[in-house]
T-cell receptor
Framework: NAGVTQTPKFQVLKTGQSMTLQCAQD?????MSWYRQDPGMGLRLIHY???????DQGEVPNGYNVSRSTTEDFPLRLLSAAPSQTSVYFC?????????????FGQGTRLTVV | GEDVEQSLFLSVREGDSSVINCTYT??????LYWYKQEPGAGLQLLTY?????DMKQDQRLTVLLNKKDKHLSLRIADTQTGDSAIYFC?????????????FGSGTQLTVLP
């Protein structure tokens, strides 16, 4: 059981370049989210999706786009990379148990923008 | 948004108990969580507690919740070197159509031999 798979694991971009971080889950979860992790700041929500075709902004959405064409995939696009987007990015998926939200995380993508 | 606060660092000796503390601000939180992140890995759910409970025990882990003070703690008994990791407190808040996890900054636990 693969769980949540993120690719790539590492990426270096030049300022202004664009790229897509891939995320796929095989647990048939409705909810998927993207977070960024920065030292001393915990995880901050970028975008999330409650199902195929439905996405919404989180706490820090600027500079990022998402789409959810299938239940399994939730790619994150950086439109024009900036050094401030240097971070570790985590994709998570979760299912619903009433009001419980147990999230399953990918291994992360370490992105450096130079 | 709502804030979840944790101290950044904790060091303990192997075999001692570790206590990691967290404060949260959203009184409507229904569930509160502890996640563990080992080096180079994603987060894994350790345990969670429902807001109408005061305590939950799971093997070496004890979660205490003081809802009046909005204070959550995680106690790890007989701490081992394999417990060295970053521990995140998180709460669930309702946001639009979704239930979102809001994380604290994480506490880096270092277990000394």
């Amino acid at each position: 059981n693969a769980g949540v798979t993120q690719t790539p694991k590492f990426q270096v971009l030049k300022t202004g370049q664009s790229m897509t971080l891939q995320c796929a889950q095989d647990m048939n979860h409705e909810y998927m989210s993207w977070y960024r992790q920065d030292p001393g700041m915990g995880l901050r929500l970028i975008h999330y999706s409650v199902g195929a075709g439905i996405t919404d902004q989180g706490e820090v959405p600027n500079g990022y786009n998402v789409s959810r064409s299938t239940t399994e995939d939730f790619p994150l696009r950086l439109l024009s990379a900036a050094p401030s987007q240097t971070s570790v990015y985590f994709c998570a998926s979760s299912y619903s148990r009433g009001l419980t939200t147990e999230a399953f995380f990918g291994q992360g993508t370490r992105l450096t923008v130079v | 948004g709502e804030d979840v606060e944790q101290s950044l660092f904790l060091s303990v000796r192997e075999g001692d108990s570790s206590v990691i503390n967290c404060t949260y601000t959203d009184s409507s939180s229904t569930y509160l969580y502890w996640y563990k992140q080992e080096p180079g890995a994603g987060l894994q759910l350790l345990t969670y507690i429902f807001s109408n409970m005061d305590m939950k025990q799971d093997q070496r882990l004890t979660v205490l919740l003081n809802k009046k003070d909005k204070h959550l703690s995680l106690r790890i008994a007989d701490t081992q070197t394999g417990d060295s990791a970053i521990y995140f407190c998180a709460e669930t808040i309702s946001s639009g159509s979704a239930r979102q996890l809001t994380f604290g900054s994480g506490t880096q636990l270092t277990v000394l031999p």
